[in-house]
């Protein structure tokens, strides 16, 4: 039998899963200021998804993540 390994990124996001991602991403951007259709916007929210699907579910932790993530 062939075992198929799903990647972690492969996997969809459903509305429970966005609901904590825009709210981490609404506080975060709005915490610092950036604006929208911007690179750093797009990143931030880049980098929350990234971070959900590698595991990070706590909104809290989430939240440090990505703070951390879009001030360096």
């Known amino acids: 039998m062939i075992r198929h390994h799903i990647h972690p990124d492969d996997l969809p996001l459903f509305s429970e899963n966005l609901a904590i991602c825009q709210r981490v991403f609404d ?30 579910k706590n909104e809290a932790q989430l939240l440090i993540l990505a703070r951390t993530a879009a001030i360096t």
């Open 27 to 56: 506080v975060v951007r709005t915490e610092l200021k950036i604006e929208p259709g911007t690179d750093r916007n797009d990143l931030l929210a880049s980098n929350i998804i990234h971070f959900y699907k590698r595991g990070i």
